[in-house]
T-cell receptor, first 112, second 114 residues
Framework: EAQVTQNPRYLITVTGKKLTVTCSQN?????MSWYRQDPGLGLRQIYY???????DKGDVPEGYKVSRKEKRNFPLILESPSPNQTSLYFC???????????FGPGTRLTVT | AQSVTQPDIHITVSEGASLELRCNYS??????LFWYVQSPGQGLQLLLK??????LVQGIKGFEAEFKRSQSSFNLRKPSVHWSDAAEYFC????????????FGTGTRLQVTL
């Protein structure tokens, strides 16, 4: 089944404790993105990747890092999480020819 | 830079009634346009998309949307709403030729009364 998976689905952590949210897709898509969703703000793009080793900032990259060492994986790294990063995070992927994005199920992160 | 406005934060309709959710975009040329639906606790599912051609596009679950260039709008419609349509709906715009950037509206939450 074609899908985007994220882990963990739920995470509660404390300020300053480094964490990684994994994202994997099995559709051989070139493009992958991370979004955060906050009430009243919709989804905002954090980072995106056009292919292996090619990444760029989205609209709200501060406090986040990404890497794309393999085509299928695009982890999101919070090196020193803060409470303002409490949010619902979505990973998405698409092919190079289509703008139709496939979204993962989301990761709800709480930073205390 | 592109932007999207969904002027209705919350809409309530009765089951069986018709539905129209509004979406206005700002972009210098013809953008790529999308509607996504998010059910409670779920990810986003694509309802329909417009790239070019016929301005009335059909999607899944009986939804349709019409691209109106003169009004910079891409409103979502359904002739008869079902209780299972209760969800949050997001309009999104993508700029042709740019890499993977979708700009989302703030969403419209649909409540369906029985």
């Amino acid at each position: 089944e074609a899908q985007v998976t994220q882990n963990p689905r739920y995470l509660i952590t404390v300020t300053g404790k480094k964490l990684t949210v994994t994202c994997s897709q099995n559709m051989n898509h070139e493009y992958m993105s991370w979004y955060r969703q906050d009430p009243g703000l919709g989804l905002r793009q954090i980072y995106y990747s056009m292919n292996v080793e090619v990444t760029d900032k989205g609209d709200v990259p501060e406090g986040y890092k990404v890497s794309r060492k393999e085509k299928r994986n695009f982890p999101l790294i919070l090196e020193s999480p803060s409470p303002n990063q409490t949010s619902l995070y979505f990973c998405a992927s698409r092919t190079g020819r289509s703008y139709e994005q496939y979204f993962g199920p989301g990761t709800r992160l709480t930073v205390t | 830079a592109q932007s999207v406005t969904q002027p209705d934060i919350h809409i309530t309709v009765s089951e069986g009634a018709s539905l129209e959710l509004r979406c206005n975009y700002s972009y210098g040329a013809t953008p790529y346009l999308f509607w996504y639906v998010q059910s409670p606790g779920q990810g986003l599912q694509l309802l329909l998309k417009y790239f070019s051609g016929d301005t009335l596009v059909q999607g899944i679950k009986g939804f349709e949307a019409e691209f109106k260039r003169s009004q910079s709008s891409f409103n979502l419609r359904k002739p008869s709403v079902h209780w299972s349509d209760a969800a949050e709906y997001f309009c999104a715009v993508g700029a042709p030729g740019t890499a993977s950037k979708l700009t989302f509206g703030t969403g419209t939450r649909l409540q369906v009364t029985l």
